[in-house]
Structures are given as C-alpha cells and as structure tokens.
C-alpha cells in the first residue's frame, strides 16, 4: 500500500463516517479535518466520481543542479552498451562526446537507477541482446537467488567444515583456522592451528565439534565440506564411515555450495581478526585461540544474526532450546 491509497482511504472513511453519524460536523472532529476540506472533497467526489478523492501524481521536481535529462539517458545507453566500463571509464568516455560529468556523479545516477554494478550492467546488456537478437546468455536469464539453501532439520543433523588462513605471524608461522558451523543454529566453532591443516588434525577437529555439541544436547550427524586433502583423506573419511556420519562434499571449485561456513569467515574476519590485529600483537597460538573464543562467545550467545535465515535471532538460542526439547 502507498501513502497515495493510505490518503484515499482514509477520505473515503470521513465520507462515509459523515453519512453514518449524520453531523458532518462530528465526523470532521473525529479525523481532524476541517469542515471547509471535507466539503471539498465531497463535491468533488460528487462531480468526477469517487476515484477523484485520489492524490494527484507529481513528477519529480527538476532541481536547478541536477543533471541534465539528456546526459543522464546518454549515460544510461553508453553503461548498458559498454557494461564492463567503471564510473571512471564512463566518465571519460561522456567527455570524449562533450559531457563533463564527475565519476562520483555517474556512479550516483547508475546506482539511483539499478546499475551501479557491473553484474548489473550485464545482465540489462544480455536482456536487451536477447530482445534485439534473440541471443540467451546465462546473464539474461531472470535473475534468482544467489547461492545455496542448505537446509538441516534440527542442531547437529548438518555441519559445515572448511579451512581458513589467517596470516603469516612473526615469530609463529602461518596460522589456520578449522571452522564448524551447524547449518540450523549457525552456531559456530574454531580451532586456531599453526601450519597447514592435515588428515590428523581434522579428525582431532572432528572430535572436538562432537564433544562441544554434546555438551548442547546435539550429535553430529552429517557433515558438509570442500574437496580439501584434510576433508578427503583416508582417515578423515574412515571416522565419519565408523560412527556413522554422513560426508557431504561439495562439487569443484564450488565454495558457494558451502555458503554458510565461507559467509562466516568473512564475519570472523571483519568482527575479530582485523580488529584484533590492529589492537595487539600476537606471539603464539594460544593468544589468538583465545581471541576467537572470546569472539565466539559474543558472536554465539549474544551477537544476533540478520541473515534472510536467521532473521535477528541468535545462534546459542536455538541450539540450548534444542537442548531443552530433547530433554
């Protein structure tokens, strides 16, 4: 509903209210309007019907500053026929044709009217080369979801594992982390490891994630994670085969398939790391596993999660009301 149906509506009701009570007088105290306006209205609806009650359409004004109309539609034709060109290229190329306008500007008019992208540029691209030419290219179909829904009934029965490097520290080497995301609480878990993670690890990581989601009330029953040789090897698999727990691997050079593991390590990284290291330095894994914990504690049990899954709610919360339904 637009503010346009919500003024309609709303005379129509002083109309009407003023044809129930019998005082127009009443019905004008009620809304708050004056009596001068509602006999307006009334002669209006009178004269041209009730649909002339509805607001009028105003244009957008045409500020004395603005950009001129024809360099915005000569802007819009050249970012649709040159989509791979940024704000700055554009903005050459407009001066090239005797039109001076500011990179800063053409990327205000190209975002004000869905183009701000170059993915976005594409895609109107290859719509009008499929009108024009009948030619269907993956970027002219319509557009859908980006990514995967991974979807997991309850806590444990889906979880998530990747590999993440977070530097080469001074003094300790290169540092990764081993990350567990459960696909239905988002509840995350991270083992800081100095070297390149291995099979061993791994099943050390395994056993940790099982322990620490026991202790909710949740065991790991299915586990989802990339064609990594940590994740693939021998051992790793023959545990998973021995307790019964079903591995999932994603296809190739496929990271968005493990979508809610990759979306966490850039929150990790944007929420912990990156502040962290501008804060303090770091001398031994102990120090930055103690870091993350202290983040995941937050980022776990206090910090509320606003994807289109989560919608505000928080990770810990769901995995203790699991908790509290098993039991």
């Not at 040159?82 to 800063?104: F, H, I, M, N, Y």
Request: charged residues 25%; hydrophobic residues 40%.
């Amino acid at each position: 509903m637009t503010p346009n149906d919500v003024i309609y509506r709303r005379r129509l009701a002083l109309l009407a209210e003023a044809e129930r009570c019998g005082s127009v007088a009443e019905a004008c105290r009620r809304f708050g309007v004056s009596r001068t306006r509602f006999y307006d209205w009334k002669r209006r609806a009178e004269l041209y019907g009730l649909e002339a009650l509805m607001p009028k359409e105003r244009r957008t004004p045409q500020m004395p500053g603005a950009t001129p109309t024809h360099v915005v539609e000569e802007l819009l034709s050249l970012a649709v026929t040159r989509p791979t060109l940024g704000c700055r290229q554009l903005s050459d190329a407009l001066e090239g044709r005797g039109l001076v306008l500011a990179k800063s500007t053409v990327q205000k008019i190209l975002v004000a009217h869905g183009l701000g992208t170059r993915t976005q540029r594409l895609r109107h691209a290859a719509a009008l080369a499929a009108v024009t030419t009948g030619l269907l290219t993956e970027a002219g179909r319509e557009e859908g979801p980006f990514g995967f829904c991974l979807f997991s009934p309850a806590p444990g029965h889906l979880v998530a594992v990747d590999g993440f490097y977070i530097g080469n520290l001074k003094g300790v080497g290169k540092v990764y982390q081993l990350t567990a995301v459960d696909v239905a609480s988002r509840f995350a878990l991270v083992w800081v490891i100095a070297g390149v993670p291995n099979a061993e690890r791994a099943v050390a990581f395994l056993q940790r994630v099982q322990r620490h989601l026991a202790r909710h009330g949740a065991g790991v029953r299915a586990v989802l994670s990339d064609n990594g040789p940590e994740w693939i090897s021998n051992d790793f698999r023959g545990v998973l085969a021995a307790q019964g727990v079903t591995h999932v691997r994603i296809p190739s050079r496929s990271p968005n398939h493990n979508a809610v593991v990759e979306r966490f390590h850039q929150t990790i990284l944007n929420e912990c790391w990156r502040p962290a290291f501008h804060r303090r330095s770091f001398h031994s894994v102990k120090q930055l596993q103690a870091e993350a914990d202290a983040w995941l504690a937050t980022y776990n049990f206090r910090r509320r999660n606003h994807g289109d899954y989560m919608r505000g709610r928080i990770p810990g919360d769901i995995m203790n009301g699991s908790r509290k339904r098993a039991a």
